[in-house]
């Protein structure tokens, strides 16, 4: 079976991010109100295949805590969709 | 015999000529090694310069740490070996986990392309053996994820271990705690962002890296004797 996971890469609580801060602070300008905690990260999509979608799953998990994501400083979050 | 210092070049590495001259220039030799070799024989110290490693791809360092040199260079490290990460080496050492913590974007989210003036806050380390404790020097800075950052335990250990080598007078990039180098354990694995083989001499600016260098060829003339 095929499947789409998606994962989501950001900085885990209490890492700077002056990537978001510097987003959230041009919002207002462009008549955005009550913009709050944005946070700037990155998504990668993979196709995989796997057994199952729990064996997909940490499959994805695997390979986000090895490669995708720097565990010293982000966190990964995983979405998995069949094909 | 002099001892001889290995420099790597990944694709995209771009700082090995800068390395190989000022080693050269205070009487070491060096040798690049590429990385897809897997072997550092011969060799008495080794440095990952600067550039753009595997053209940064995903993270700097994050493709880096799965070229085949880097088994040898976690071989060497680990049996007391000298090796020093400049800038984007910093960068790799980190992603192999040869040095603990991270570094991420710039505070002011800007590449930063000018002197630092640094304290040396510990001797302790390969590259920092033939300086003071107090010493300022200045040496360049060129980098875009320059700003190291840790979990406050690995800093609190840093700081009780004198594993902060190098300090920013004038934080430049929001380094946590201005740090700038930092070695492991042993102060055989040194990371910094500032590049010492950009100031060897005063016709670059600065001959504070002198000190660096000098104290790295130390560490490998030992290594030759050994």
């Known amino acids: 079976m095929r499947y789409v996971a998606r ?28 913009i709050a905690a944005v946070s700037a990260g990155r998504a990668f999509r993979v196709e995989l295949d796997a057994d199952s979608k729990g064996a997909a799953e940490s499959t994805a998990a695997a390979l986000a805590d090895r490669l995708l994501a720097n565990p010293v400083i982000e966190e990964s979050i995983i979405e998995v969709v069949e094909a | 015999m002099a001892p001889t210092v290995g420099v790597v070049v990944f694709p995209g590495t771009n700082c090995e000529h800068d390395v190989v001259a000022g080693i050269e220039r205070l009487g070491g030799s060096a040798r690049l090694v590429f990385h ?67 570094l991420q974007k710039n505070r002011g989210l800007t590449f930063l392309c000018e002197r630092a003036r640094l304290r040396v806050c510990s001797t302790r380390s390969v590259l920092t053996s033939r300086a003071s404790v107090g010493d300022e020097l200045e040496v360049p800075i060129n980098h875009f994820l320059g700003s190291y950052t840790c979990d406050l335990d690995t800093l609190r250990m840093l700081n009780d271990e004198e594993r902060v080598l190098l300090r920013y007078l004038d934080n430049p990039n929001g380094s946590i705690d201005d740090i700038a180098g930092i070695s492991n354990a042993e102060g055989n694995v040194v990371g910094l962002m500032p590049h010492p083989e950009r100031a060897v001499t005063e016709l670059l600016g600065s001959s504070d890296g002198v000190v660096l260098l000098a104290s790295l060829l130390d560490a490998a003339s030992l290594a030759v004797s050994r």
Do not use: K, W
Not at chain 1, 7 to 21: F, H, K, N, Q, Y
Not at chain 2, 48 to 61: E, K, N, Q, T, W
Not at chain 2, 68 to 80: L, T
């Open chain 1, 7 to 34: 994962v989501e890469v950001r900085l885990r609580p209490g890492i700077a991010d002056p990537e978001g801060a510097t987003i959230e602070r041009a919002l207002p300008a462009l008549g955005f109100d009550g």
């Open chain 2, 36 to 102: 897809a070799e897997s072997s550092l024989d011969g060799l008495d110290a080794v440095i990952l310069p600067g550039g753009f490693a595997h053209g940064d791809y995903l993270r700097p360092g994050a493709i880096a740490r799965f070229s085949p040199i880097m088994a040898a260079v976690s071989d060497f490290a680990r049996s007391g070996g000298a090796v020093v990460g400049i800038c984007n080496g910093f960068q790799v050492l980190c992603e192999a986990q040869l040095l603990p913590g991270a």
